[in-house]
């Protein structure tokens, strides 16, 4: 059962892994994070590689395959109570099998099972570095008109929050006026300036982080045990983005992390030992092509 004494972490372990097809649009994307060395003497890097292929199944059908690649790169300036050289290097692959149907004239059924692998890979992978994730959701959209709006409801189901039952999915994108548009949900929320049809600033809230095994046990001081490593991040960035294509555009965020936790968690999820509690600045950029 899922321990989270932490309203911020709760939240994260919740929504971060339930970014697959269902709430993402891309089908290609190269994403580049960085956050520098705060006041608790850790940095973060990560590199993220996502390709989804549809293939059309008939004029209302299509099954989507495809992976997400994500390395994070950790390091530490400070010393730590126990060995942490194999706290340096994180993976986590996601394999993803969707399918999008015509349920109505007005809404499309989305559904997507999402094997993932999360770990340090020390050494071959094993069951505790398997994790499960599905979601289902109802699309909406209505992109042509005086204020286009696309809206989705769906549940999803995480193995990494330890919950038993599926959670609910709300999203909800609309252009009320020819200069301003918003995305209402989680993990992000923004507003939009559009400067022109290519080129857009935003302002936006929004959650990130990992939820990732560690296949050897760190034995802490105290006789605790480390088994996995989370990090939730509550982050105020602003952005711009700037299409080369109606689907293609090139994106950067810059902002800082209004909350952080780093955490060893036991087998449990319970928090063991607190790594990082310091806010600090957050530098993203990529490349992608959306389906909208």
């Given at each position: 059962m899922l321990r989270c004494r932490h309203v911020l972490a709760c939240t994260s372990l919740i929504f971060l892994a339930m970014d697959g097809f269902a709430q993402s649009s891309d089908v290609l994307r190269i994403d580049y994070l960085r956050i520098p060395k705060n006041a608790s003497g850790i940095e973060t890097s990560r590199y993220k590689f996502l390709l989804n292929i549809p293939i059309k199944l008939n004029e209302d059908n299509y099954l989507v395959a495809g992976a997400e690649y994500n390395?994070?790169?950790?390091?530490?300036?400070?010393?730590?109570?126990?060995?942490?050289?194999e706290l340096d290097t994180f993976h986590i692959v996601d394999f993803n099998l969707g399918h999008i149907t015509k349920w109505n004239e007005n809404w499309r059924l989305i559904t997507v099972v999402t094997p993932r692998l999360a770990s340090n890979f020390v050494k071959s992978p094993d069951g505790d570095d398997?994790?499960?994730?599905?979601?289902?959701?109802?699309?909406?959209?209505?992109?042509e008109g005086d204020k286009p709006f696309r809206l989705v409801l769906g549940l999803s189901f995480n193995s990494t929050t330890g919950l038993p039952f599926p959670l609910p999915l709300v999203s909800y994108y609309k252009r009320f006026h020819p200069k301003w548009s918003y995305t209402l949900g989680i993990p992000r929320t923004n507003f939009r300036y559009h400067l022109t049809e290519k080129q857009f600033l935003q302002a936006s809230v929004l959650l990130d982080g990992y939820f990732i095994n560690i296949q050897n046990d760190i034995a802490l001081p105290d006789g605790r045990t480390g088994s996995r490593i989370s990090l939730s991040a509550l982050v105020a960035a602003l952005g711009y983005q700037y299409r080369i294509a109606k689907r293609t555009s090139f994106y950067v965020l810059m902002g800082h992390t209004i909350e952080q936790e780093g955490i060893l968690r036991n087998d449990k999820r319970d928090n063991v030992f607190t790594l990082n509690r310091d806010g600090n600045f957050y530098l993203r950029g990529g490349f992608k092509i959306s389906i909208f």
């Open positions: 390395q994070f790169d950790v390091g530490y300036s400070v010393e730590l109570p126990f060995d942490n050289s398997f994790f499960f994730n599905a979601t289902a959701t109802f699309l909406k959209d209505v992109p």
